[in-house]
Nanobody
Framework: VQLVESGGGSVQPGGSLRLSCAAS????????MSWYRQAPGKERELVAG????????NYKDSVKGRFIISRDDAKNMVYLQMNNLKPEDTAVYYC?????????WGEGTQVTVSS
């Protein structure tokens, strides 16, 4: 299993970023996918999750209405569209899949929101 995130960067408050996660090494369409984040000095937290077929999505309360998770099973990709970014969204963002009772993480992509 390999998960590779991209799309992070530095933006001003109110800006947008789109994170991408390229997945390989497993049958992508058969697994729910998630995005987590970890800010300095804080625990890693679930930001958003999407079920197989994209039929169900869930979000951390503080990002509801601003972030959108999506998937493209033809490309083995999962995305996180982040709008109206706030300084408290600053963190390393990780792509995650749980497969056969094992947890797999990407290496993360840094998102910094600052004026």
């Amino acid at each position: 299993v390999q998960l590779v995130e991209s799309g992070g960067g530095s933006v001003q408050p109110g800006g947008s970023l789109r994170l991408s996660c390229a997945a390989s090494g497993f049958t992508f369409s058969s697994y729910a996918m998630s995005w987590y984040r970890q800010a300095p000095g804080k625990e890693r937290e679930l930001v958003a999750g999407i079920s197989i077929f994209g039929s169900s999505r869930n979000y951390k309360d503080s990002v509801k209405g601003r972030f959108i998770i999506s998937r493209d099973d033809a490309k083995n990709m999962v995305y996180l569209q982040m709008n109206n970014l706030k300084p408290e969204d600053t963190a390393v963002y990780y792509c995650y899949v749980r497969k056969m009772r094992n947890d797999y993480w990407g290496e993360g992509t840094q998102v910094t929101v600052s004026s």
